[in-house]
């Protein structure tokens, strides 16, 4: 069993992350689109100051953060600020939000498996109150 | 909804990849172990010349670089080399090896969805002569 979705792939080009879904500026770069194994991959780079919404995803998400720092929160819980090297699971219909820190560009891998249930469930706006409150 | 498979994690201890499945010395770092998503990232570096044996995943694998230069080789197909951004998506069933190339170390993440169907099918060892074609 072999075919063309094996080859290596280079990345994608980059695209502005959706405008409706996020405060500030991300950029993403899909690494591994749709293919055989239901999962993606793409490379997500937010501006200082950048967050998505609040969000969920049906089969979770796992982030690996490659550079810069940022948050991760979940709806009713502190915020986690993150390096380079933390990984984050995020189990299914976990409501959350991630972005970078106020002072830092911050870029983490977007893992998500089993794609074909849904990719993610957009929520409101991470306040400014919130996002400030994250950085306590 | 919320969990603790939801805190950041650090990565696990760097292990050494098990000795019957590898030629030469390659490190295994887990980034995200079992968990809700029933997807696992791993950390593997191959040190120079280290590879695996051909192997399949029952539910197929993706290889994100992130380090150094090495091959990706499905039977019968010929090796292609992969670079720094390089990504694999690896159909399930697929059998196949990665390894670095002979002067330079070679790191991906390591993508397993689906773990509960199982991670890998271990066969018989990258030989020197397929290794070296693999340069040509």
Redesign the interface.
């Given at each position: 069993?072999?075919?063309s979705?094996?080859?290596?792939?280079?990345?994608a080009s980059t695209k502005r992350a959706a405008a409706e879904n996020f405060i500030g500026t991300a950029w993403v770069t899909m690494?591994?689109g749709a293919?055989?194994?239901?999962?993606t991959?793409g490379d997500v780079t937010f501006e200082p100051g950048a967050r998505n919404n609040w969000h969920s995803h049906p089969?979770?998400?796992?982030l690996?953060v490659?550079a810069g720092v940022g948050y991760?929160q979940?709806?009713?819980?502190p915020a986690?600020r993150?390096r380079v090297?933390?990984?984050?699971?995020?189990?299914?219909?976990?409501v959350?939000w991630h972005g970078a820190a106020s002072d830092s560009l911050f870029t983490h891998?977007a893992?998500n498996?089993?794609v074909s249930q849904g990719v993610a469930n957009w929520l409101e706006p991470v306040t400014d109150e919130e996002y400030q409150a994250a950085h306590g």
């Amino acid at each position: 069993m072999s075919n063309s979705t094996n080859i290596p792939q280079t990345p994608a080009s980059t695209k502005r992350a959706a405008a409706e879904n996020f405060i500030g500026t991300a950029w993403v770069t899909m690494l591994a689109g749709a293919n055989l194994t239901d999962c993606t991959v793409g490379d997500v780079t937010f501006e200082p100051g950048a967050r998505n919404n609040w969000h969920s995803h049906p089969a979770g998400q796992i982030l690996v953060v490659t550079a810069g720092v940022g948050y991760y929160q979940e709806k009713g819980q502190p915020a986690q600020r993150l390096r380079v090297g933390d990984a984050v699971t995020i189990a299914p219909g976990v409501v959350h939000w991630h972005g970078a820190a106020s002072d830092s560009l911050f870029t983490h891998l977007a893992i998500n498996p089993n794609v074909s249930q849904g990719v993610a469930n957009w929520l409101e706006p991470v306040t400014d109150e919130e996002y400030q409150a994250a950085h306590g």
